[in-house]
């Protein structure tokens, strides 16, 4: 069945550097979403790729979706301490569920 | 995009015992499916709530365990019977538009432990 793998599991990051994660299906997806969980909170969407090497931008965030669409990363610029969370992305393979990647936790080192 | 209201947003239960999650939307939803996250764990999909029929259930969940009823548009609820210390979970529902583009709305959700 479809699997959606995330990688890196776990992203400790110094604030102000940046960083990639990354997501990567065993299966074409017809469009990949990213979503953030605040530690003790639920998951809130953030954005979707629909086509094939797309790359989107919301202020320090940029999210590609490969041209394969198999593969998507979100890279974060100027890491603050309000961007820690877990980044998860989902993809539905078919159909209308949601598929979500094992997760990255962000932790921000002051 | 829709609000959704989860009730109850915690409870500690009693092993055997059942417990009924709700979720009440603002508005009219196609789609509703019911998660689990486990702590520290991605959410897995326990199954989507069909208005008017039975709920389509994911590989290893079973109606039995998590029956779930959806009467219209707007509500379903989500029932964990017979708990288990296994079941301590978080419980979310969420909602989406056909075709899942926009993004799902998901519930604040609700943090379950058995003792």
């Known amino acids: 069945g479809q699997q959606v793998m995330q990688i890196p599991q776990y992203q400790h990051v110094q604030e102000g550097e940046d960083f990639t994660t990354y997501c990567n299906s065993s299966?074409?997806?017809?469009?990949i979403q990213w979503y953030k969980q605040r530690p003790g909170g639920h998951p809130v969407f953030l954005i979707q790729l629909v086509k094939s090497g797309e790359v989107k931008k919301q202020k320090r965030l940029t999210f590609q979706f490969g041209e394969a669409k198999k593969n998507s990363s979100l890279h974060i610029t100027a890491t603050q301490t309000t961007d820690v969370g877990t980044y998860f992305c989902a993809g539905p393979p078919a159909g209308n569920k949601l598929t979500f990647g094992g997760g990255t936790r962000v932790l921000v080192k002051p | 995009s829709a609000v959704i209201s989860q009730k109850p947003s915690r409870d500690i239960c009693q092993r055997g015992t059942s417990l009924t999650i709700q979720c009440q939307v603002d508005s009219q939803v196609t789609m509703m499916f019911w998660y689990r996250q486990q702590p520290g764990q991605s959410l897995t999909l326990i199954a989507t709530?069909?208005?008017?029929?039975?709920?389509?259930?994911e590989s290893g969940f079973v109606i039995d365990k998590f029956p779930i009823s959806r009467p219209n548009l707007t509500f379903s609820t989500l029932t964990v019977s017979n708990m288990s210390p296994e079941d301590s979970s978080i419980y979310l529902c969420?909602?989406?538009?056909?075709?899942?583009?926009?993004?799902?709305?998901f519930g604040s959700g609700t943090r379950l432990t058995v003792v």
């Open positions: 969420s909602v989406g538009r056909a075709g899942g583009y926009y993004g799902y709305t």
């Open positions: 299966t074409t997806l017809s469009n």
């Open positions: 709530a069909n208005q008017g029929s039975e709920a389509t259930y």
